[in-house]
């Protein structure tokens, strides 16, 4: 069993940044954000593997998520933040092998955290 705290949310202005960080209880074998906006569903955001990164193409040269092995923690730079970014962002994780295909896909993933509100808003 593998328990998920995440931190970092925020409000912040439109342009501005936020450092997301999500740290897991055990080792993982790959860890994911998802958000999710009112009304809307929950989507993709990005994804690390041991060996591989996979991005939105929303947030993709915005976004940067990357991990402490030593610790066991998985953080999303966020960068260049707009309105529509406001969310709740929740960190998912795997404890098995998963195929790049699928990385960005809710369902593949056991383990989820609580949820970090991100409000981007002047």
């Known amino acids: 069993q593998v328990q998920l705290v995440e931190s970092g949310g925020e409000l912040v202005r439109p342009g501005g940044s936020l450092r997301l960080s999500c740290a897991a209880s055990?080792?993982?074998?790959?860890m994911a954000w998802f958000r999710q906006a009112p009304g809307k569903e929950r989507e993709f955001v990005a994804a690390?593997?041991?060996?591989?990164?996979y991005y939105a193409d929303s947030v993709k040269g915005r976004f940067t998520i990357s991990r402490d092995n030593a610790k066991n923690t998985v953080y999303l730079q966020m960068n260049s933040l707009k309105p529509e970014d406001t969310a709740v962002y929740y960190c998912a994780a795997r404890t098995t092998p998963i195929t790049f295909q699928n990385m960005g896909v809710s369902a593949y993933y056991g383990y989820w955290g609580q949820g970090t509100q991100v409000t981007v808003s002047s």
């Open positions: 055990g080792r993982t074998y790959a």
């Open positions: 690390r593997r041991i060996d591989i990164t």
